[in-house]
Each structure stands twice: as structure tokens, then as C-alpha cells.
């Protein structure tokens, strides 16, 4: 205790010494940056930079220095002073990164500043997170939502830019899909019933209707859910046990929270839907949130989930149709010159901007790549140099994929093929079997090619027995979006299983391939979102993937 005492008295001597040692000309500047003197403050620091003179005071007068320099908002003046003093490993180190940081970001090297404060320890978070926010804030939301991807674990980062969209009065589509999942994060959802048993319990939350339109039976989203009940119904019929419950969002955030407060939604075990952006990133946060798998039944934009556990497409993304096509191409032996084109909605310009730079890369010869509307789309082919008076040997191109489910695309091309006695292949997505006006045993050849979306295989046995059930409930023939929920309720019951815990993921990775009982299959190895994307080939009317 006497030693203690003794240690303390001859630490207060040697301090007070110092104090008392310290030059006139340093305590004036202490006196000044106290008093909001900064300029005069930062000059008389530098006066006592000289390490070799003043030994450790240097470091201090350099802290100072730059500490003044902030306050005088010359910004660059005091990363100058801060910046070489920061990676000295001193006892102020840690809030001199503080000082340099906050210097960055005044001087809008808005990169530079988060780094720094990334690098401090976790006792310095609070700190931290607290001088980021007040600088970012400040930001416009194009440069916020374009960083977020890279700074979204700093705290700050994504409370600015929840408040920064609050504040505006527009947002743009992908504002409102980021405002709506930062609110969703911020919520305090915990589990309901965490004891698991042997009923696979679904909760579907669709839009069947909206705060202005009652719903429309005629929808598909009743098709959707239409196709839902009947795989509910088939896996009862196989002795499953399997509850139902549903809500409908109605096209409403607000109503959606209060939705997924409801205790059956908090203990379910997998959720279908909603569909819409603004929709699904607050279930998606809902799901990262509480462990529940959240699967969105009909999208193919899934950048959004792609750092997501918990969140899936059941059809494939933008990104594996790319991967898909490109891997058909360069199977085939069809020639290296390619044609693009590709329709208005996001999903298409996606698959289109992936493909494009995949077959650029493997050196294939993009001879045209352009939007299609229904004005162009057949003199999309005849500048190609597809046309009727020509053999195809004198076109200027060896295939052409058009990445479009528009249907007013699809005819005058149909149309104008029908005249056109080419065998260029042309690859097109799936939907284009289902257009009523499309007879591909019209067309002089067999060179269309169909490119896989969940594809239906509609000579399979099983596609006959749910078509003669459907047709029996419903006195008419299944859509596709009907075949689809039914569909995905196989999915979902074949992969949230009671063995494995329901961990969704776990099992989905268990394998390569599966088998779909209504489509072709399914890929969701190390992915959120169906991999298997086959190109088929259509003889004798007769689907026949390519490659696989």
C-alpha cells in the first residue's frame, strides 16, 4: 500500500514537472486552441514539430496542430499534419485515426474516413459510429445506396441512409426496396414457437388485393395460389402433415408489419411470397431476422439476396439464365458470331448485361446487341441479314438469342420466321411455348431453341394427372403460374424437412441436382436461386435440354 502511495506521489511530481517544463510558446497554444484561436493555434504547434528537439512534446504539437487545422475547416492542411502521425504507435494513436478520420471525411474523401474507422478497435466503435453518421447524413442517396453493398455492417452507414430517405419526398424503385428493408431491420422480431415438430407449417402472404382494387379472382396471383392449395392438398394425400396459413398483404407495408407480428407467421417454417420489391425486402429482413426460410415464388431478380441465409428465388435469377444460355452456346458447334436482344423489363437487360459480357470475355463476336419493342423486333432479324430472299450461309450472324417474355415482341418475329427459310438457331426464353399464336411446326425448321425459367415439362405423367385434376376443381386447363405454386409447394416440402431440422439451406446443399415433379428440376447448390437453367432443343414437339 506504502509502495502504491509512493508510485502515485512521484507520478503526480513527474507530470507536474512536465506541465511546468512545457515552453511558453506551447502552453500559448494550448491557451489559443482552447479559446477557439485556431489559426493562431495551429501556427504556434508547429513550431515544436521538431521530434529531435522536443522529443515526445513533438507528437503532442502535431496532434494539436492538426486538431486546430480541423477546427479551422482547413481539411487537407490537417490530414497533412494527422496522416504520418496516425501510423506511429504512440499512446494517442487511436485519436489521432479520430482526428484524421473526421479530417477525410470534411474534406469528402468519404471512402478514405470509413476505412480509418473501420481499422479502430471495438472500444472506439460508439465513437466511431457516431462521427460517420453526422458526415453521412450529408451525403445525396445515389451515393449512399451505390455504397452500401460495401459499407453496410458500419451502423451509421445504414442509419444514414434510412435517414436520408425518409427525408425525401420521391424515392425511385430501388430507394423504396432499400428504405423499406432498412425499416425492416430495425425491428425487434423474435421467434414464436421454436419447438419444431412433424407439421411443415407454411404461412403465403400474396397481394390478392390492393387499398384500391378488390381482389380479382381472374389474377394470377389466384392462379399462383390456385396451384398452392392443390400441391397442399397432394402432399396430405401422400400422408404428409402439412397446415396452411394466409395473408394478404394487400399491397400495404404498413399492413405487412402488422402481419408479421401474428404468432403464426413468427413460428412458421418456411414463408411463400409476397412478390413485390418494396414487399420483399422487409420479409427478407423478417426472415435474415427470425431463421425463416422466406421464399419469393415468381421473381428472377435476385441480386438482393444474394448475401442472404435466409431468403430465396424458387425460379432462376437474372444471373443463372446468363450463366445458363452461355454454357448451351458454347456447347454447341453453331459459330461465334451472336446477336442480343432483349426486352424492357429489369430481368432482361440483367440477363442481357450478364451474357454479354460473359460471351465477350470467351471470345464469341457480339455482332449486335438492342432493346426490342414491337416496332423492331423483326427488323431485328433482317438487319442480321435474316431474310427471305437470303440463305442463311449470307447472314451476317450464327445465332441470335432475344432474352424478352413480351409476347408482342415474340409475334412478328414468329411472324416473320414463318417466311424465312433459315436454320439459325434462335434461342428464346420458355414463355414463348405458352403464346397461343405460337406454332413452331409452321416454321421451316427446327432452329428454335427455349431457354429454361422452372420450365414445365408437360409430357411427364405427372403433368397429365395434375392437369385432369385441375381441369376437374376448376373446369379449366392450369396456367403456368398455377403450375408453378404447385410446384413450389413440392419444392418446399421436399427440402424443409424434419430430419434435417428444417435448416432450409442445409438441405439444399445436400445436393447437385433434384428432380422436379412437374418441371425439369432443380440446382440450389451454394445458391439462392434455381441453377438449373437447360437450353431446349423442340423436335417432333418434344422438349429436349441441351447439355445436360
Known amino acids: 500500500m506504502q509502495k502504491s502511495l509512493l508510485f502515485l506521489a512521484l507520478l503526480f511530481l513527474v507530470l507536474t514537472v512536465n506541465a511546468q517544463n512545457a515552453p511558453e510558446g506551447y502552453l500559448q497554444a494550448k491557451r489559443q486552441l482552447a479559446s477557439g484561436s485556431y489559426w493562431e493555434a495551429m501556427n504556434s504547434f508547429r513550431a515544436f514539430q521538431d521530434e529531435s528537439k522536443y522529443g515526445k512534446l513533438a507528437l503532442y504539437a502535431s496532434y494539436h496542430a492538426g486538431e486546430s487545422a480541423l ?10 499534419l494527422l496522416k504520418p502521425l496516425a501510423s506511429r504507435n504512440w499512446e494517442n494513436q487511436n485519436e489521432t485515426k479520430i482526428l484524421l478520420a473526421e479530417s477525410y471525411l470534411l474534406n469528402r474523401n468519404i471512402s478514405e474516413g470509413l ?52 427525408k425525401k419526398t420521391v424515392l425511385s424503385a430501388d430507394e423504396k426496396s432499400l428504405y423499406y428493408e432498412l425499416r425492416g431491420q430495425g425491428e425487434n422480431w423474435s421467434t414464436g414457437n421454436t419447438v419444431k415438430n412433424d407439421i411443415l407449417d407454411l404461412v403465403v402472404i400474396l397481394p390478392f388485393s390492393s387499398g384500391t382494387q378488390s381482389p380479382d379472382p381472374e389474377s394470377f396471383i389466384f392462379e399462383l395460389y390456385e396451384g398452392i392449395l392443390l400441391g397442399i392438398d397432394q402432399l396430405k ?31 412458421a417454417d418456411v414463408i411463400i411470397g409476397p412478390i413485390y420489391p418494396e414487399e420483399t425486402d422487409l420479409v427478407s429482413a423478417f426472415a435474415e431476422s427470425t431463421q425463416i426460410p422466406f421464399i419469393h415464388p415468381l421473381s428472377n431478380l435476385g441480386d438482393r439476396f444474394e448475401d442472404k441465409n435466409y431468403s430465396f428465388l424458387f425460379r432462376p435469377s437474372a ?80 445465332q441470335v438469342i432475344i432474352l424478352s417474355d413480351d409476347p408482342n415482341i415474340a409475334s412478328p418475329i414468329l411472324s416473320f420466321s414463318e417466311s424465312v427459310a433459315t436454320e439459325i438457331p434462335i434461342l428464346v426464353l420458355d414463355s414463348w411455348l405458352s403464346f397461343n399464336f405460337a406454332n413452331y411446326e409452321m416454321l421451316p425448321h427446327e432452329n428454335y431453341y427455349f431457354i429454361a425459367n422452372n420450365t414445365p415439362n408437360y409430357e411427364s405423367e405427372t403433368m397429365k394427372l395434375f392437369r385432369n385434376e385441375y381441369y376437374q376443381t376448376h373446369s379449366t386447363l392450369p396456367s403456368l403460374n398455377a403450375i408453378l405454386g404447385f410446384e413450389l409447394v413440392y419444392w418446399v416440402a421436399m427440402n424443409a424437412r424434419p430430419d434435417l431440422g428444417y435448416d432450409f439451406r442445409a438441405s439444399l446443399d445436400q445436393r447437385v441436382f433434384a428432380p422436379g415433379k412437374l418441371t425439369w428440376g432443380f440446382n440450389f447448390q451454394n445458391s439462392n436461386s434455381n441453377r438449373y437453367v437447360p437450353v431446349f432443343s423442340l423436335s417432333a414437339g418434344e422438349l429436349k435440354p441441351l447439355n445436360y
Open 319 to 398: 444471373e443463372n439464365i446468363s450463366e445458363g444460355v452461355f454454357r448451351a452456346v458454347k456447347g454447341q458447334s453453331w459459330g461465334s458470331r451472336i446477336a442480343i436482344g432483349y426486352g424492357g423489363s429489369s430481368k432482361d437487360l440483367r440477363s442481357a448485361n450478364e451474357l454479354k459480357e460473359r460471351i465477350e470475355s470467351d471470345g464469341f463476336q457480339l455482332v449486335d446487341f438492342k432493346e426490342l419493342n414491337p416496332r423492331n423486333a423483326a427488323s431485328f432479324l433482317t438487319d442480321l441479314g435474316i431474310r427471305p430472299t437470303l440463305d442463311s450461309v449470307e447472314a451476317n450472324v450464327d
Open 237 to 267: 394425400s401422400e400422408g404428409m402433415r402439412v397446415s396452411i396459413s394466409t395473408f394478404n398483404s394487400k399491397r400495404s407495408v404498413d399492413n405487412l408489419r402488422s402481419i408479421l407480428s401474428d404468432e403464426k407467421v413468427k413460428s
Open 71 to 80: 477546427k479551422a475547416n482547413q481539411a487537407e492542411t490537417a490530414i497533412g
Open 115 to 166: 476505412e480509418l474507422l473501420k481499422s479502430l478497435p471495438q472500444s472506439y466503435s460508439e465513437q466511431g459510429n457516431d462521427l460517420a453518421y453526422k458526415y453521412l447524413v450529408q451525403q445525396s442517396p445515389d451515393f449512399l445506396v451505390r455504397n452500401l453493398k460495401e459499407y453496410q455492417d458500419i451502423p451509421a452507414f445504414t442509419a444514414a441512409l434510412s435517414t436520408v430517405l425518409n
